[in-house]
């Protein structure tokens, strides 16, 4: 049996759907904002907060190894109710907060294995979500595009820099923005607003870096492209996205392909 431990975004509907074709049996924690999983069976939705209910279901369901997907908004910890397994574990907890979110979820993954389950990662049976290494659409990243990356792939990788997380927006050798904890939509949308302020667009330039830190763990914590991405880059104005090769979970990837083809703007995976 495999728990499933899902928060938002269409992520976990996916790895559902596949383990149903596969005939796999697993249970859902449903840890989503809109419980988006309340419909399927052997579902359970719990709060951000029941760390110990969570486990006792797993165990009880004899699950021995677990799936992490989906978005999770950090605790407002003055609002949240705790069980006592989470309020044992909360001043580590807000302890990583501050470091992070890879520290976070660093830190409860390795909660979850001390309890003894395995943790596999997010893409095990949906291998069709990520992207082999190269060049995935018509238009090819130019020697511009290639500088920027280089810049944006420093700050990214640069572990001092504790509010840059897995998205960054370089426009012609100048960093216009960084993602924090609101992610990478709230990101994009500062972003078309900056540029419209500073730059005259009359073609495409810079590039959307979507790449996970070198501190995050490749298994509960892959950045995420999908649809939404692509339209909101084709709006600012700029010329490629690019991801880390088989790191990198792309939702949609033949229709964002194809929107990309029609906008000239390049995916390319390093």
Known sequence: MIGLVLGDTHIGELIVKK?????????????????????????????IGQLGKCISILKSNRCKK??????????????????????????????????????????ITNLFIKEGFKIISQTFFNTELVLRKGNHTKTKPNIENKTDIIIGKKIINNLKNKNVSQGIVVIKKKVIISEDFKGTDAMLTKAQKIVKKIYSRKKRSGILLKLPKPNQDMRTDLPTVGLKTIKKCVKIGLRGIVVKSKYNIFIDKSKCINLANKNN???YAI
Request: aromatic share 14%; glycine share 2%; no cysteine.
């Open 19 to 47: 383990l149903k074709s596969l005939k796999i049996n697993f249970i859902i924690i449903d840890i989503s904002k809109r419980k988006l999983f309340k419909k399927n069976k052997k579902s359970f939705q719990l709060s």
């Open 66 to 107: 677990l799936i992490f997907a989906g978005r999770v908004d950090r605790p407002n910890f003055s609002n949240t109710k705790f069980d006592f397994k989470a309020i044992y574990h909360l001043p580590k907890i807000i302890k990583e907060t501050k470091k992070g979110d890879a520290y976070i979820i660093k830190f």
């Open 265 to 267: 703007i390049f995916i």
